[in-house]
């Protein structure tokens, strides 16, 4: 662990200390803990991003696929 220092509002900080001692965690614990959730959040929404822009570049090839096969019965599935 490496110790830092972090400048809080006065309202910031008086939430996160109320916030913290409700949940039974240390001052240290929940910044920690709620610097990993907003840092997996983000992470989520880029990958969000990626795949939709992924489906977006694809999509006139899929629509492609589809319309070649959309005589296909399925019987030999």
Known sequence: MKRINI???DN???E?????KELNMNLSEFVREA???YSS????EKLKKEL???YKA????NLKICED???IDGENI
């Not at 996160?16 to 913290?20: E, L, M």
């Not at 959040?41 to 989520?44: G, L, T, Y």
């Not at 694809?58 to 090839?61: E, N, R």
């Open 16 to 20: 996160i200390k109320r916030t913290s």
């Open 52 to 54: 939709a822009e992924g």
């Open 35 to 37: 610097t990993e959730v």
């Open 69 to 71: 096969y959309k005589y």
């Open 7 to 9: 400048n809080f509002s």
């Open 41 to 44: 959040k983000i992470k989520e």
């Open 58 to 61: 694809k999509a006139k090839l």
């Open 12 to 14: 910031l900080l008086y």
